[in-house]
C-alpha cells in the first residue's frame, strides 16, 4: 500500500492525516483489542495479529491473524507505513469490533501527532490507544517509583502522553491518546489494563500472539476463544 512512498511523500501525508485527529471519550468499553506485529529479521513478511479481550476482566475472546508483505524500509517516525497496512488486513478479519484497540506503538506522540496508533485509527474509524515500551518524542519526566505513577510528557507545554509505571523498579511504559478518545481517558483504561508483568495485558497477548503466529504454532484467519490459549 505505502512500498512507493518515499520518505517526503510519507511526511506529507502524516501532517494530512493529523488534521482528521478528534479527541472524545469512548461512552462505554465492554472489549479491548491488542495489536501487534511480528517479524523475521531482513524479511518483507509481516506477521500481524489482534486479540480481543473483556474489560475490565482481561479474559481473551477471540484473536485474528494475517500476514501482509512490505518493503517499506523501517525509518523511526515512519513505523505505520511499514505496519499499518498488516494490521488493516487482520481488522477486516474480525466480525464483532473491539470498543477500543491498544497498539504497541505511538499515538500522537509523535513529532508529527502520527504514531502508528494514530495512523491505524484514521483509516479504520476505530477508538485507539497507544501504549508503547519505548518513548519516541517529547520531553519526559519520570514517574515515582511506584505502580500507577504517572508523569507528562509533553512538547512545547502541549501534552503529548504519559509515562505509567506499571511495576515498581521497573521501565515505564508510554500512553498516548490515538484518535477517537482522550488522554485522560487513555490513560485510565491504560491502568485498568495493568496485571502482572510491565506491559499491559492487551498487547503482552498480542505479541505473545503474532510470535506463536510467526512461529507456526497458530494458523492465520479469526479465531474464537472456548479455553485458555497456550502459545507455548
Not at 18 to 28: D, G, W
Request: hydrophobic fraction near 40%; aromatic fraction near 10%; proline fraction near 6%.
Amino acid at each position: 500500500m505505502y512500498d512507493h512512498y518515499s520518505i517526503q511523500q510519507a511526511t506529507a501525508l502524516q501532517v494530512e492525516l493529523s488534521k482528521q485527529l478528534k479527541f472524545q471519550p469512548v461512552e462505554k468499553i465492554t472489549t479491548i483489542g491488542g495489536a501487534d506485529i511480528s517479524f523475521n529479521k531482513n524479511s518483507s513478511t509481516m506477521y500481524a495479529g489482534i486479540v480481543i479481550l473483556s474489560y475490565p476482566e482481561m479474559v481473551l475472546k477471540s484473536y485474528a491473524l494475517a500476514t501482509y508483505e512490505t518493503n517499506f524500509p523501517y525509518e523511526p517516525g515512519f513505523l505505520g507505513f511499514k505496519e499499518v497496512s498488516a494490521l488493516l488486513k487482520v481488522w477486516d478479519l474480525i466480525p464483532d469490533k473491539p470498543d477500543v484497540v491498544v497498539l504497541d506503538v505511538n499515538g500522537i506522540l509523535h513529532p508529527r501527532r502520527m504514531g502508528v496508533a494514530s495512523h491505524f485509527c484514521i483509516l479504520s474509524n476505530q477508538p485507539t490507544i497507544g501504549c508503547a515500551k519505548k518513548i519516541l518524542y517529547g520531553d519526559n519526566h519520570l514517574p515515582a517509583n511506584y505502580k500507577y505513577a504517572t508523569a507528562e510528557i509533553t512538547s512545547s507545554s502541549d501534552l503529548l502522553g504519559f509515562a505509567l509505571r506499571t511495576k515498581e523498579k521497573c521501565k515505564p511504559v508510554y500512553v498516548s491518546a490515538g484518535h477517537l478518545t482522550t488522554q485522560a481517558q487513555s490513560l485510565e483504561i491504560m491502568k485498568n489494563c495493568i496485571g502482572n508483568y510491565r506491559i499491559p495485558e492487551p498487547t503482552r497477548i498480542a505479541h505473545e500472539t503474532v510470535n506463536a503466529f510467526r512461529l507456526g504454532k497458530l494458523k492465520i484467519g479469526y479465531h474464537e476463544v472456548n479455553q485458555p490459549l497456550t502459545l507455548f
